[in-house]
């Protein structure tokens, strides 16, 4: 797939709650992770969407925010522990790698400031959040 969001992530719909206008659509990533989108209705008939269906879950690195902090509750629906397998440090950002406890990797692009305050290195666990909305679902045009 050519396309310049970083996170592009193989998933199979595994149930879709059907809304007035939007829809929620459950994704599991390998065989154990699921990754929540919120999408409108008229999408989720264009992509001709049902369960067992092959899709990728598109969200850009700078969707996805970084936490070590293990005592909060947050509202974020997609929230995904694992541990930074890479950092590639930048003038003003720093891409971190972090690969999840179902082995996907998700590339985050955050501050130099939130790297040094999170004191992020290899080894460093975290949760990955990602907010429903901004998961992009695509699929692959039928022949």
Known sequence: MTISARNQLS??????KKGVSNDVIELLLGDSQTLYSVITSESTQNLEL????SVFA??????????TDTDLILSSRNQLQGEVVQI???AVNAEVIVKTQGNVEIAAIITEASL?????QV?????A???ASSVIIGAKKAH
């Open 50 to 53: 049902a369960i067992g269906k």
């Open 58 to 67: 598109i969200f850009k690195a700078p969707s996805v925010i970084l936490t």
């Open 11 to 16: 998933a199979t719909v595994k149930s879709i």
């Open 88 to 90: 590639i440090e930048g």
């Open 116 to 120: 040094k305050s999170l004191a992020l």
């Open 129 to 131: 959040m990602i907010k």
């Open 123 to 127: 080894g460093t666990k975290v949760t």
